[in-house]
């Protein structure tokens, strides 16, 4: 398994977004939102990735 910090993009994306959100807006929640979304985007990913390198097929999509 390939230890790229890559597939990690989406949640960094995400977080740097939240962050810019707390400092630009008032009530800063709004921002917190996004920065717990990204929080739990990397965490899937990470679970993926560990799935994947346990050998086990990913969760969530269904082969018919």
Known sequence: MNEDWRVFRPAIWMA???VAL???LNPPYVGALVLGAS??????IR???QRVAA???PRGRRRR
Do not use: E, K, N
């Not at 929080?39 to 899937?44: N, Q, S, Y």
């Open 55 to 57: 050998g086990l097929p």
């Open 16 to 18: 740097m977004l939240g």
């Open 22 to 24: 707390i400092l630009l």
């Open 47 to 49: 679970r993926r990735r």
């Open 39 to 44: 929080i739990g985007v990397a965490l899937r």
